[in-house]
């Protein structure tokens, strides 16, 4: 059994998936074969030159320019259509040519746009095994979702409509958990967790996050939590973002209520003891807070997919949406004044690896 997944090196949201998936899938079958490729390595460098070269500048510095971007990419009909066109003819015979190579059984993409050219391919018969879309945002799905898709797996279960209206009705969409680690399929106790985490007892626990990259007014979301209330505890996710780190270290101080950590692969156990999650950049994350009964706001960088992710959060009562920093303390206050019970109906679902390895007789 061969499997090759394709992501892409734009902060974690489609890494850290496609390495739960991985081991997911290693974990029951372990005779499998799981390749991970970045696929704008893959598709070459103009694809890489446009794509990922300058994106972390813009993602952080321009924001404006990204939200511009996304317009033209995925929601202006025919510049969607060129951009589409586009990636399909500069990246599209260099994917195509990676899955047939690698003797995959079937192939998965938790990079929207890789899934967006090979979905092409296999409708038209080049791809000749099974393509997986690992979907992780709850909306903005146009090149998630695509009638060449032989199936969609979805984090939320309010996706699948976006799916059908992309893919069509009669589209296979799954819901599932393993898109992140493992951890999280079963209950931590939120005190034992703050515990190992060296935080103090029976105060609040507010965690702010800028994605991988650390993205976002992450500075203005500490700021205002430590405005919500004298006692809290605030974590800083700084991701890879080492100059932020130490900014905020400069700012709030090493040692007080203010932490702040580099990338970490303690997530199940630091969201289970974090009573608000303050997030930037939407995706896994939110989710992975949900199951472990945080409350979730979105804040400090509603730009691209991320302003249509929010609309999705509020229509579904996943997530509050702050706008600006003088709102943020109210919103953190209400949260604290109303906490959520974990989801323990995320460990009954299906895991991405075992309809994965389902879809091919494994």
């Known amino acids: 059994m061969r499997v090759l997944i394709f992501s892409a090196d734009i902060g974690e949201g489609h890494d850290a998936p496609a390495r739960a998936l991985r081991d997911g899938i290693l974990a029951r079958y372990p005779a499998a074969e799981v390749t991970i490729a970045d696929s704008m390595v893959v598709a070459g ?45 500069l990246g599209g015979r260099a994917l195509l040519t990676a899955a047939r190579e690698s003797g995959a059984d079937v192939v998965v993409c938790t990079y929207p746009p890789a899934n967006q ?22 909306a903005a799905l146009r090149y998630w979702a695509h009638p060449g898709c032989d199936l969609h797996l979805v984090i939320h279960a309010e996706s699948a409509d976006e799916v059908r209206w992309i893919a069509g009705p009669d589209a296979r969409v799954e819901h599932v958990r393993g898109l992140s680690a493992a951890g999280f399929d079963v209950p931590v106790d ?43 505890q605030v974590l800083v996710l700084c991701g890879h973002n080492a100059a932020l780190r130490r900014r905020l270290d400069e700012r709030f101080g090493v040692g ?52 249509i992710n929010n609309d999705a959060y509020q229509r579904f009562g996943l997530a509050e949406v702050v706008t600006d920093d003088g709102a943020l303390t109210g919103a953190i206050r209400r949260s604290l004044a109303s906490p959520r019970a974990p989801d323990l109906a995320y460990g009954r679902l299906p895991t991405a690896a075992d309809v994965v390895l389902g879809l091919v007789g494994g």
């Open 190 to 232: 939120g005190a034992a967790a703050r515990a190992d985490l060296d935080l103090a007892a029976g105060v609040p626990v507010v965690t702010v996050s800028g994605g991988g990259w650390g993205v976002g007014d992450l500075a203005g979301a500490v700021q205002a939590a430590l405005l919500a209330a004298p006692d809290v």
């Open 117 to 138: 050219v090979l979905a092409v391919e296999r409708g038209r018969g080049a791809l000749g095994v099974p393509l997986v879309s690992a979907i992780t945002d709850l």
């Open 45 to 89: 460098p103009v694809v890489r030159a446009l794509v990922r070269d300058r994106a972390e500048f813009v993602l952080r510095r321009l924001p404006w320019v990204f939200d511009l971007q996304y317009l033209l990419a995925a929601r202006w009909g025919p510049s969607r259509r060129l951009a589409m066109w586009l990636a399909s003819r």
């Open 256 to 307: 007080g209520r203010v932490r702040t950590l580099g990338f970490t692969d303690r997530m199940p156990e630091l969201l289970a003891a974090t009573d608000v999650l303050v997030h930037s950049t939407a995706g896994l994350t939110v989710q992975e807070a949900l199951v472990r009964g945080a409350r979730v706001i979105s804040y400090g960088w509603g730009v691209g997919h991320i302003r």
